[in-house]
């Protein structure tokens, strides 16, 4: 199943649910290719890592990633196989399948037939294809997290303003300064804004943006 990336809207985008994997086989070569949701480089690192040693008799493992709304980090990597015959292939089917925050590695058990160049070329691109035409999509939220300071006396109109916007409460401390931490996407930044910013001495102590 392959998501579309004008599905998402601005301020989200679509990424995989969970791990999958898909055997393609050519001229007695296996291809084994795995993908996997993923937020930071250390979890990337982390799952090749993994993968290189459960598959450690394999001739290559090969790899491409993507994170961010834009994709604004990528890698692939050949692990020795001829230049852009390995990784390229394999993220030229993350950006026909529209994700982004998704891992796709090959591992590959040479048959004794060399392919060429075209051959591995295409050996990737379709096992990374078919891997990912059985992933599940799933919309990623750019979201801004907000810690808010406010009065005792605030309470009601914060609380009216958190109901009013369907916004989540988390960790709320209403001893003698209300504090309480909530999540807010970034297409409806501007109006909490615009609707805090009249609530007498409430403040925002920190913002940070993730993805949900």
Known sequence: MNPKADSAEEDSYISIAGHCSEIYR???????????????????????????????????????????????????????????TAGKPIYGQILSAGYSDVLVAVVRYFGGTKLGTSGLTDAYKLAAKHCLENSTPRQAVLENTFDLAFPYERMNEVMRLIKDMALPVVNPDFSTECRLTTKIRLGKQSAFREAANKIDRLQVVDERTSAE
Do not use: M, Q
Request: charged content about 30%.
């Open 26 to 84: 050519v001229k007695g070569s296996r291809f084994i290719a795995f993908a996997w949701p993923v937020s930071c480089e250390p979890e990337i690192k982390k799952h090749i890592e993994t993968l290189r040693k459960e598959y450690f008799d394999a001739t290559h493992h090969c790899y491409a990633w993507s994170l961010g709304k834009n994709r604004e980090k990528n890698r692939s990597h050949d692990d020795g196989e001829p230049a852009g």
